[in-house]
């Protein structure tokens, strides 16, 4: 038997209900690796799982929790041998498959990667999904060239923004942090940003589909009239790469940044990514991401808190990333 936060949904009222329980090993889903889990995240997706509507879960119970790292118990896959250490990151787990929540998880070997070398479990998960889908971002800036000047961090102070903040200043790119909260400004310079702009000042109305060439680059993890604005702002052959729909997924905007200042839009899909890309952006992770800048975005949490910090991110009062350690 072992320790998993369960939601479990009321037939009668519709509502769901999570709280820690303990379950046995044959209750798990069907998969070729048995991993003992040592910690998961908190992010935006985990919230709806746990909220009281359920959100993202169509079949329970269920145990959420989107990400994990931890050791390998049982393998009936040649790849991963008992006490390889490795990180899941995306194919739908703690929505559709159990998830991270719980001190042991099986999936199938091939949603799995290596825990490369200069990470150990824990800040893989100081990374997380959100880490993990902020170096996609910046790594497809770098395939299109980043140009000269400011690269923008929207929704700066959140999972994705804390961590590309870090990996951009850490690779020597001057970055503009865009937060709606003021109160964040001394932790996004803590994280390597030279300056802090204010949500309300990308975020008005596009008046004209082009205005002054500003950005070098962009990683997004707003959308919706933020993404219209600061495409207009983007200097010629600029990239904006596109990781999130915090702000909605319309596009109130025009072709005109496309077509008259070749402005690339990048869609960022961190849940199916092809295996090489997630080895490749894992070793990046190790190797060009700031430990040392890490723990500064870091909350720890256990399964018994989680029910609260579930509903705190969907509110938005989570800053930067949550690492559960799911045997404390």
Known sequence: MFNALVVEKNEETGK??????????????????????????????????????????????????????????????????????????????????????????????????PLPDGIDARQAMAVGTAGFTAMLAVMALEDHGIKDGPVLVTGAAGGVGSVATAILAGLGHEVAAVTGRPETGDYLRGLGATQIVARDEINETVKRPLEAETWGGCVDAVGSAMLARLLGQMKYGASVAAV?????????GTVIPFLLRGVNLLGIDSVMQPYDNRLRAWKRIASDLPMDKLEAMVQPATLSELPGLGRDILKGQVKGRVVVDVNA
């Open 16 to 113: 769901t209900s999570a709280a820690v329980q303990q379950i046995s090993e044959d209750a798990l889903p069907d998969g070729e690796v048995t991993v003992a889990v040592e910690y998961s995240t908190v992010n935006y997706k985990d919230g709806l799982c746990i909220g009281p509507g359920g959100g993202l879960v169509r079949k329970y119970p269920h145990v959420p929790g989107i990400d994990f790292s931890g050791t390998v118990e049982t393998s009936s896959d040649d790849r991963y041998q008992p006490g390889d250490k490795v990180v899941l990151t995306g194919w739908r787990v703690g929505e559709a498959h159990w998830g991270g929540y719980s001190q042991k998880a099986r999936v199938k070997a091939d949603w799995l990667v």
């Open 244 to 252: 999130g729909l915090a702000g909605g997924a319309d596009l109130p």
